[in-house]
């Protein structure tokens, strides 16, 4: 089982310019998360699907959108990018809810310039 | 605000010595508490999960401890190895419908030969 995978691992974007960001996971979980993780912060949650077909917004969600495709893919979207953005994106599943342990994706660090 | 300490910021210890990090929570009601492992440039690992009941969870050689009543937690590292450098992560759970979840900045461990 290759888990949780993320694409890309590194991006670099001009300001307003958009990306998608990719994540799958192959352990039938139900619930899925995209986190950033900034220097001297911990990670703050961007967007959460709870299950297939729902979505809701998280601590900082201002500037992305996200789509749940199916039970296996949660996508992450910047539409215009801006340098604030710059940080690395994890993506994680659990099986529901965040009381259940949660698996990491290796992350995408994205760079906004 | 619920929030989750951590302490200290980095630490190097040599090859063989034991060491503990702290993290301090006020999250209340909290569902578990967890102490996550993250090497550089790849996603959090989990190593324990602890309910409010549970006072102490071990995985090998790193053993957490929490104490409800202070709100305090604790993970052990037994012996260390070079391969135990990386950043560990407490992360707090709320009781909220499942998706409320504080993470910790993070210790960074170095451990030296």
């Known amino acids: 089982n290759a888990g949780v995978t993320q694409t890309p691992k590194f991006q670099v974007l001009k300001t307003g310019q958009s990306m998608t960001l990719q994540c799958a996971q192959d352990?039938?979980?139900?619930?899925m998360y995209w986190y950033r993780q900034d220097p001297g912060m911990g990670l703050r949650l961007i967007y959460y699907?709870?299950?297939?077909?729902?979505?809701d917004k998280g601590e900082v969600p201002n500037g992305y959108n996200v789509s749940r495709l199916n039970k296996r893919e949660f996508s992450l979207r910047l539409e215009s990018a801006a340098p604030s953005q710059t940080s690395v994106y994890f993506c994680?599943?659990?099986?529901?809810?965040?009381?259940?342990?949660?698996?990491f994706g290796p992350g995408t660090r994205l760079t906004v310039t | 605000k619920n929030q989750v300490e951590q302490s200290p910021q980095s630490l190097i210890i040599l090859e063989g010595k034991n060491c503990t990090l702290q993290c301090n929570y006020t999250v209340s009601p909290f569902s578990n508490l967890r102490w996550y492992k993250q090497d550089t440039g790849r996603g959090p690992v989990s190593l324990t999960i602890m309910t409010f009941s549970e006072n102490t969870k071990s995985n090998g050689r790193y053993t957490a401890t929490l104490d409800a009543d202070t709100k305090q937690s604790s993970l052990h590292i037994t012996a260390s190895q070079l391969s135990d450098s990386a950043s560990y992560i407490c992360v707090v759970s709320e009781v909220t419908g499942g998706f409320k979840t504080i993470f910790g900045a993070g210790t960074r461990l170095f451990v030296k030969a």
């Open positions: 352990m039938n979980h139900n619930s």
């Open positions: 994680a599943s659990s099986r529901d809810g965040a009381s259940y342990e949660q698996y």
């Open positions: 699907s709870a299950s297939e077909g729902t979505t």
